[in-house]
């Protein structure tokens, strides 16, 4: 079972490296599914060995071999993220601790134990590609790619839909409504009374897709997280000299890492929902 965790890396390395192609070319009319590689100096298309994640960056130094132009740590730091995520995820899912998504008590429940657990393994392998892309892309451009939010969206949706399909009623959905639509009214409510200046819209959107997806006791802990992250790292930026008091810091990344925090932490922490107690 152990060389599951490999093979999640070296997965995890794969998508990371066309996460970085959908970083880069969202928004800029290039397509996504097509055209080769090239190097965003000199432009010159790249070879299949030249796109080996992680390696080939440490192989060329970081730099491209034809125009010797430095290449952005970005790629490395995308394609490691995914990686290191994909393993810490499929390490909890070997090991039992996996929180259990919202369509997990639909018929879903059925399957064999290994088909679960897959199951559940590919429903977050899938949100934390998700948060990889749209953390990195909003840490580079200080804007939220509605099309992955969306996307989010539907997969929050899709989950919520499918936890239905059993024993389940339709006001079971009411704690992850309540705190998903909590989430994205609270964030909605900074940005529009600071018109733009305390928060950017896209993040209600991200705050109201990511609280559908993992369900309202890890939706919770992980926005409290979130809170507290994006103070710390506003607080040690501003010592070091990096920041103002009054600079903005893109905060989709510290949702999503809030988020996934929880999802790890939850297990130590025991049954974590407190709304168990309201509805």
Do not use: K
Not at 38 to 44: I, N, Q
Not at 137 to 153: K, Q, V
Not at 201 to 216: K, M, N, S
Not at 248 to 276: E, T, Y
Request: net charge positive; charged share 10%; hydrophobic share 55%.
């Amino acid at each position: 079972m152990l060389l599951i965790l490999p093979v999640l890396a070296v997965f995890g390395l794969a998508v990371g490296s066309f996460l970085t192609v959908v970083i880069r070319r969202m928004g800029t009319g290039e397509t996504i599914l097509w055209g080769r590689s090239h190097c965003p100096s000199c432009r010159r298309a790249l070879t299949w060995f030249e796109l080996l994640p992680v390696l080939s960056f440490l192989l060329q130094r970081g730099r491209c071999r034809s125009c010797g132009r430095a290449v952005s740590r970005f790629y490395p730091a995308v394609e490691l993220t995914s990686a290191g995520l994909f393993v810490a995820l499929g390490s909890s899912a070997l090991g039992g601790v996996l929180p259990p998504p919202p369509f997990a008590l639909s018929a879903l429940a059925a399957l064999p134990g290994l088909g679960s657990m897959a199951a559940w393994l590919a429903y977050y392998l899938l949100f934390a590609a998700a948060a990889v892309a749209v953390s990195f892309y909003d840490f580079e451009r200080r804007l939220i790619p509605t099309g992955l939010t969306r996307s989010l969206l539907v997969l929050g949706l899709a989950a919520q839909g499918a936890g239905l399909i059993g024993p389940r009623t339709v006001s079971s959905l009411l704690p992850a409504v309540a705190v998903a639509g909590g989430s994205f009214l609270l964030f909605w409510s900074l940005w529009f009374f600071s018109a733009g200046r305390a928060m950017g819209r896209g993040d209600a959107d991200v705050a109201l897709a990511i609280g559908l997806v993992v369900g309202p006791g890890i939706g919770l802990l992980g926005l409290l997280l979130a809170f507290w992250m994006g103070a710390l790292f506003g607080i040690l930026m501003v010592l070091a000299g990096r920041l103002e008091w009054a600079s903005r810091i893109p905060f989709a990344p510290f949702l999503f890492g809030g988020a996934l925090s929880a999802l790890f932490l939850a297990p130590s922490l025991g049954a974590f929902n407190p709304l168990a107690y309201v509805f």
